[in-house]
């Protein structure tokens, strides 16, 4: 429960009392009260690399169990790409323990309810820092560190809020550490006012953060704070705003000239990254395991070693395959399109099925379920997208503009450049292209939300479903009541109605 994160996360901090300034060193875990850990610099860089922490958790699946855990898909990948046209699950008769409801647009009270308690936790997290590093008894060896550490955890928070309210809309603010339980208990305030909050944090983190150049690896950016101002300003429709920030991004970032590039695990953080959560394959507590979740279930040994080249391949049984491209999403590809073969292979299971899998995070590693793939949040090319986007939603007939932009996309996957040129042409092209180019990063469902597309979209998607079910990876036609849940907001918990007294 939020409530109960929040006052645990105020009254004792789970820091990394030995961590090194590389937050993915093996920490020596140990629990200090705030009154006597925020003393010396180290202190708050061991502070902020707990912020990240819990986040590399959330972003990852089957943590602490092996490959035959709960391979339940990321709730980025559950949220973008399973609640929407692009992924489907593979039907596993060996197992029947899963949740399809994501997929399958099922009306479920619960459904996305249990992740606003990890988005208190980094809250809370950053609060700790940021109720601190401000007291001038501190010694800084170089004030520069104390800018960049208080702009990670600004942004941090900012991005925390941003996807409370996108997912809930309301949302409980809490912008000091929590010490009793009268400050845990707070009313829900609007959408606009955790906006607020998102833009005031993130616009100081800009202020703060260095360049992409000057940062630690693995670390927030003032381009990753404009990018989050950007995609807010975007939902806004604060178009111009949104045009000024991503074109601030343009002597930083750059596409790389090969798709398949992007994702490889070979050249991390480069020049397309704009902020992505880091994992690292030698230790398992900060792995990566979202292939396992996307491998057609039940799987042999021979050929997990196959694609994986790990030295202790399992048999993959206790699990169900997500994240597996819809027919729908398969169809939208153009004829020459390279990131069709850099995105999906055939692969084919025990049971003899031969599926199209997503390869975006299918790269060698060593040992079971400890990959080395970190997971993209932001990057150049949905920048030049939203860039589109922004300029063709502005009055003045600049869609040749827009498309330029666009085509830049189109041109790295060797397209040629979009016929589209009316604004309506010009909406329908950038909504296909981050179809295609971000499939499986966490964004279809976000777009058709913002495109105002959710219903018809998921009512004609949910009639091809029904009509070519086996198609769609199932054995028989989904439930009544599958594809008639157009919720854009989600509930809370219900415990935290029960715990939290000024919640109605």
């Given at each position: 429960?939020?409530?109960?994160?929040?006052?645990?996360?105020?009254?004792?901090?789970?820091?990394?009392?030995?961590?090194?300034?590389?937050?993915?060193?093996?920490?020596?875990?140990?629990?200090?009260?705030?009154?006597?850990?925020?003393?010396?610099?180290?202190?708050?860089?061991?502070?902020?690399?707990?912020?990240?922490?819990?986040?590399?958790?959330?972003?990852?699946?089957?943590?602490?169990?092996?490959?035959?855990?709960?391979?339940?898909?990321?709730?980025?990948?559950?949220?973008?790409?399973?609640?929407?046209?692009?992924?489907?699950?593979?039907?596993?008769?060996?197992?029947?323990?899963?949740?399809?409801?994501?997929?399958?647009?099922?009306?479920?009270?619960?459904?996305?309810?249990?992740?606003?308690?990890?988005?208190?936790?980094?809250?809370?997290?950053?609060?700790?820092?940021?109720?601190?590093?401000?007291?001038?008894?501190?010694?800084?060896?170089?004030?520069?560190?104390?800018?960049?550490?208080?702009?990670?955890?600004?942004?941090?928070?900012?991005?925390?809020?941003?996807?409370?309210?996108?997912?809930?809309?309301?949302?409980?603010?809490?912008?000091?550490?929590?010490?009793?339980?009268?400050?845990?208990?707070?009313?829900?305030?609007?959408?606009?006012?955790?906006?607020?909050?998102?833009?005031?944090?993130?616009?100081?983190?800009?202020?703060?953060?260095?360049?992409?150049?000057?940062?630690?690896?693995?670390?927030?950016?003032?381009?990753?704070?404009?990018?989050?101002?950007?995609?807010?300003?975007?939902?806004?429709?604060?178009?111009?705003?949104?045009?000024?920030?991503?074109?601030?991004?343009?002597?930083?970032?750059?596409?790389?000239?090969?798709?398949?590039?992007?994702?490889?695990?070979?050249?991390?953080?480069?020049?397309?990254?704009?902020?992505?959560?880091?994992?690292?394959k030698v230790e398992a507590e900060y792995s990566s395991r979202f292939v396992y979740s996307m491998f057609p279930w039940p799987l042999s040994r021979d050929t997990l070693e196959a694609l994986t080249g790990i030295s202790d391949a399992v048999d993959l049984t206790a699990g169900e395959g997500y994240c597996f491209p819809s027919p729908d999403l398969l169809d939208n590809y153009e004829a020459g399109d390279e990131r069709?073969?850099?995105?999906?292979?055939?692969?084919?299971?025990?049971?003899?099925?031969?599926?199209?899998?997503?390869?975006?995070?299918?790269?060698?590693?060593?040992?079971?379920?400890?990959?080395?793939?970190?997971?993209?949040?932001?990057?150049?090319?949905?920048?030049?997208?939203?860039?589109?986007?922004?300029?063709?939603?502005?009055?003045?007939?600049?869609?040749?503009?827009?498309?330029?932009?666009?085509?830049?996309?189109?041109?790295?996957?060797?397209?040629?450049?979009?016929?589209?040129?009316?604004?309506?042409?010009?909406?329908?092209?950038?909504?296909?292209?981050?179809?295609?180019?971000?499939?499986?990063?966490?964004?279809?469902?976000?777009?058709?939300?913002?495109?105002?597309?959710?219903?018809?979209?998921?009512?004609?998607?949910?009639?091809?479903?029904?009509?070519?079910?086996?198609?769609?990876?199932?054995?028989?036609?989904?439930?009544?009541?599958?594809?008639?849940?157009?919720?854009?907001?989600?509930?809370?918990?219900?415990?935290?109605?029960?715990?939290?007294?000024?919640?109605?």
């Amino acid at each position: 429960m939020k409530f109960k994160h929040i006052l645990l996360a105020g009254l004792t901090i789970a820091l990394f009392a030995t961590c090194s300034e590389d937050f993915l060193d093996v920490p020596s875990k140990a629990d200090l009260t705030s009154a006597v850990y925020f003393k010396t610099q180290s202190d708050f860089v061991a502070a902020v690399n707990g912020i990240y922490s819990p986040m590399q958790d959330f972003f990852d699946v089957g943590q602490g169990g092996g490959a035959n855990a709960n391979n339940d898909a990321s709730p980025m990948f559950q949220i973008g790409d399973m609640h929407s046209d692009n992924g489907r699950y593979l039907y596993n008769p060996n197992y029947r323990a899963v949740n399809e409801v994501p997929a399958d647009f099922t009306p479920d009270a619960t459904m996305f309810s249990g992740f606003w308690n990890d988005f208190y936790d980094w809250i809370a997290r950053a609060n700790q820092v940021l109720a601190k590093i401000d007291n001038p008894d501190i010694v800084w060896k170089n004030t520069n560190v104390k800018d960049n550490l208080k702009g990670q955890a600004l942004f941090l928070r900012a991005y925390s809020y941003w996807w409370l309210t996108q997912l809930y809309g309301d949302a409980c603010i809490h912008l000091e550490p929590v010490t009793s339980v009268d400050q845990a208990s707070v009313p829900l305030s609007p959408r606009a006012d955790i906006i607020d909050i998102v833009k005031s944090d993130a616009t100081e983190a800009s202020t703060l953060l260095p360049g992409k150049a000057a940062q630690e690896t693995g670390r927030v950016t003032s381009g990753a704070a404009k990018m989050l101002l950007a995609e807010v300003a975007i939902w806004e429709k604060d178009y111009g705003t949104a045009e000024t920030l991503l074109e601030g991004l343009s002597g930083e970032y750059s596409l790389l000239d090969n798709y398949a590039d992007v994702f490889s695990t070979s050249a991390e953080n480069h020049a397309e990254i704009i902020f992505d959560i880091q994992y690292d394959k030698v230790e398992a507590e900060y792995s990566s395991r979202f292939v396992y979740s996307m491998f057609p279930w039940p799987l042999s040994r021979d050929t997990l070693e196959a694609l994986t080249g790990i030295s202790d391949a399992v048999d993959l049984t206790a699990g169900e395959g997500y994240c597996f491209p819809s027919p729908d999403l398969l169809d939208n590809y153009e004829a020459g399109d390279e990131r069709l073969a850099a995105t999906y292979k055939y692969v084919t299971n025990t049971n003899n099925q031969r599926v199209p899998m997503c390869i975006k995070y299918l790269h060698p590693h060593q040992l079971l379920a400890r990959g080395d793939d970190n997971l993209h949040i932001y990057r150049y090319a949905e920048a030049l997208l939203y860039l589109a986007e922004a300029i063709n939603e502005q009055p003045g007939g600049r869609q040749a503009e827009a498309m330029g932009y666009v085509n830049q996309v189109r041109a790295r996957a060797g397209l040629a450049d979009s016929p589209a040129a009316t604004q309506e042409e010009v909406r329908a092209a950038i909504l296909q292209e981050r179809r295609i180019e971000l499939a499986f990063e966490g964004k279809r469902f976000w777009d058709l939300v913002r495109f105002d597309m959710l219903e018809p979209v998921i009512t004609a998607y949910g009639a091809e479903v029904r009509a070519n079910f086996a198609a769609y990876y199932l054995a028989g036609p989904p439930a009544p009541l599958a594809f008639t849940d157009f919720r854009t907001k989600f509930n809370i918990p219900d415990a935290e109605r029960l715990y939290n007294s000024e919640i109605d």
